[in-house]
């Protein structure tokens, strides 16, 4: 999840200054972000680890937005079908009633539950007054998708993060008030590169690897209001990774393991 920007046409050029479209409201202090939902135990982007993140205290629940040949809107983080489900091609070449009848696999080959990939009207309905969206953009209609949205009485508990210059722009016409998340280009490794970079594209929330932030970057960032809450998914992640960000002075994390920084974080009293 880093996409460089630089090929992105400003929204506003020009501008020096600007204010950020506030993130969600949460009722924690440290947002904690469950990458895919809290896989751990369920297979990724279902409702069952979107639940789970749920029961776990997680602020968030990312899910992968993509179309189907009939215009639907579901979560599935590949373009195909094939490492999740028992199912062989693209997203975008089945209809919803096709893809309903797939199976998503487990990585527990003793788990006989049935898994389905899940629509974005369920994970809407899963999630409405228990825990806020984190939407990765991949391949939807940025009016459709909000429509749905607004819907579901949902406006207030999603951020949408941002793949391309078109969905940047796309959301801005769409709602101009939906918090957007953008990477900051691994390129940017100063305070004076990253001033630029805000000043430049304006987004509301910022992403990134949690390395690549320094202290002085996350205060840059608090300075305009602009929360930053980085990926720290990683194979090896834990505890260490964890105390690293929060010597940065970071206050949000995505992550493969939300129930464990949950846990963490209270008994560092941040929770």
Same mark, same amino acid.
């Given at each position: 999840?880093?996409?460089?920007?630089?090929?992105?046409?400003?929204?506003?050029?020009?501008?020096?200054?600007?204010?950020?479209?506030?993130?969600?409201?949460?009722?924690?202090?440290?947002?904690?972000?469950?990458?895919?939902?809290?896989?751990?135990?369920?297979?990724?982007?279902?409702?069952?680890?979107?639940?789970?993140?749920?029961?776990?205290?997680?602020?968030?629940?990312?899910?992968?937005?993509?179309?189907?040949?009939?215009?639907?809107?579901?979560?599935?983080?590949?373009?195909?079908?094939?490492?999740?489900?028992?199912?062989?091609?693209?997203?975008?070449?089945?209809?919803?009633?096709?893809?309903?009848?797939?199976?998503?696999? &487990?990585?527990?080959?003793?788990?006989?539950?049935? %898994?389905? #990939? @899940?629509?974005?009207?369920? $994970?809407?309905? =899963?999630?409405?007054?228990?825990?806020?969206?984190?939407?990765?953009?991949?391949?939807?209609?940025?009016?459709?998708?909000?429509?749905?949205?607004?819907?579901?009485?949902?406006?207030?508990?999603?951020?949408?993060?941002?793949?391309?210059?078109?969905?940047?722009?796309?959301?801005?016409?769409?709602?101009?008030?939906?918090?957007?998340?953008?990477?900051?280009?691994?390129?940017?490794?100063?305070?004076?590169?990253?001033?630029?970079?805000?000043?430049?594209?304006?987004?509301?929330?910022?992403?990134?690897?949690?390395?690549?932030?320094? &202290?002085?970057?996350?205060?840059?960032?608090?300075? %305009?209001? #602009? @929360?930053?809450?980085?990926? $720290?998914?990683? =194979?090896?992640?834990?505890?260490?990774?964890?105390?690293?960000?929060?010597?940065?002075?970071?206050?949000?994390?995505?992550?493969?393991?939300?129930?464990?920084?949950?846990?963490?974080?209270?008994?560092?009293?941040?929770?």
């Amino acid at each position: 999840m880093n996409f460089s920007f630089i090929t992105i046409i400003a929204f506003i050029a020009g501008l020096t200054s600007f204010t950020p479209n506030p993130a969600p409201k949460s009722k924690h202090k440290f947002i904690v972000a469950a990458h895919r939902g809290d896989h751990v135990i369920y297979p990724e982007n279902t409702l069952a680890a979107y639940e789970e993140a749920i029961r776990n205290e997680a602020d968030y629940v990312e899910i992968d937005l993509r179309t189907t040949k009939d215009g639907e809107l579901v979560s599935m983080h590949d373009g195909t079908i094939n490492r999740m489900t028992d199912g062989k091609g693209n997203v975008k070449d089945f209809t919803l009633d096709e893809l309903e009848q797939l199976k998503v696999k &487990s990585k527990d080959t003793t788990d006989k539950t049935v %898994y389905r #990939i @899940p629509t974005f009207k369920q $994970i809407l309905t =899963a999630c409405k007054n228990k825990i806020n969206i984190y939407l990765d953009f991949k391949a939807a209609d940025p009016e459709q998708a909000y429509q749905m949205i607004k819907q579901y009485g949902m406006e207030k508990q999603v951020l949408v993060y941002i793949n391309s210059a078109t969905q940047f722009t796309g959301w801005r016409k769409a709602a101009p008030k939906m918090p957007l998340m953008l990477s900051m280009p691994d390129s940017i490794k100063t305070v004076a590169a990253m001033e630029s970079f805000i000043n430049k594209y304006q987004p509301d929330i910022l992403d990134g690897s949690y390395n690549q932030y320094t &202290s002085e970057m996350v205060a840059l960032a608090a300075k %305009y209001n #602009i @929360p930053a809450w980085p990926d $720290i998914q990683s =194979a090896g992640e834990g505890p260490a990774d964890w105390n690293k960000a929060l010597e940065k002075g970071l206050k949000g994390l995505q992550t493969d393991h939300p129930a464990l920084l949950v846990k963490f974080l209270k008994e560092k009293g941040l929770r």
